[in-house]
Structures are given as C-alpha cells and as structure tokens.
Nanobody, 123 residues
Framework: QVQLVESGGGLVQAGGSLRLSCAASGSIFSIKAMGWYRQAPGKQRELVAT???????NYADSVKARFTISRDNAKNTVYLQMNSLKPEDTAVYFC?????????????????WGQGTQVTASS
C-alpha cells in the first residue's frame, strides 16, 4: 500500500558529497517521521538521521555537522545531503517512514522501509 523509492546513492571519493532522496507513495494520510538508516557489511543497521512532520531533526553523532536531513511534506519526500563523506560512511542506506496513517485507515500506524541504496566513499 505504501512504497518508498530511494535514489541518489553511488561511489564518491572521500571528502565528496552525495544527496539521497526518498519518495513515499500510496494512499497516505500522514507520516509522523521519516528518516535514514544505514547498514555496513557485518554490522547492525543504525540510525543516521530522522525528521518529524514538524521539522524536528535528530542525527547520529558520527554524522552531525556533515549530513543534513530535510523533508517536503507535500511530496512525502525526505532528503539526505551528505558532505565530507568518509570511508566509514560506506553502507547501504535505507529510508524509513514511521507511523504512517493511510487514507483508508487513519487510526492505524505502520512503518515502511525502502529497498536501500548503496553509498561508497573511497579513500
């Protein structure tokens, strides 16, 4: 019922920049929060950044001052601007939509994940 489509990943040299986008589609009434998580090989998935519908943001300490999350509520789209990329930022980045209410079920709450996009920062 809800799909998250990510784009913008790729290969970049350390110190470079990338911008990720994630668009949610479907019979969406509202989305409480959207965010980005990442998973490196052999590691657990970890939070990168989240943003609420009101614009409140939260960042992992490792990306503060380098990454910026933003959101277009009208388009149900979230962005992640990544600057000064480091090799340790290399991972698959997943988009998340938290507490999604559907037009057909406004009292329900569901979470959704994108398929992931690879980000590689080479040294």
């Amino acid at each position: 019922q809800v799909q998250l489509v990510e784009s913008g990943g790729g290969l970049v040299q350390a110190g470079g920049s990338l911008r990720l986008s994630c668009a949610a589609s479907g019979s969406i009434f509202s989305i409480k929060a959207m965010g980005w998580y990442r998973q490196a090989p052999g590691k657990q998935r970890e939070l990168v950044a989240t943003i609420t519908s009101g614009g409140t943001t939260n960042y992992a300490d490792s990306v503060k001052a380098r990454f910026t999350i933003s959101r277009d509520n009208a388009k149900n789209t979230v962005y992640l601007q990544m600057n000064s990329l480091k090799p340790e930022d290399t991972a698959v980045y997943f988009c998340n939509a938290d507490s999604v209410r559907l037009v057909t079920d406004i009292f329900g709450r569901n979470d959704y994940w994108g398929q992931g996009t690879q980000v590689t920062a080479s040294s």
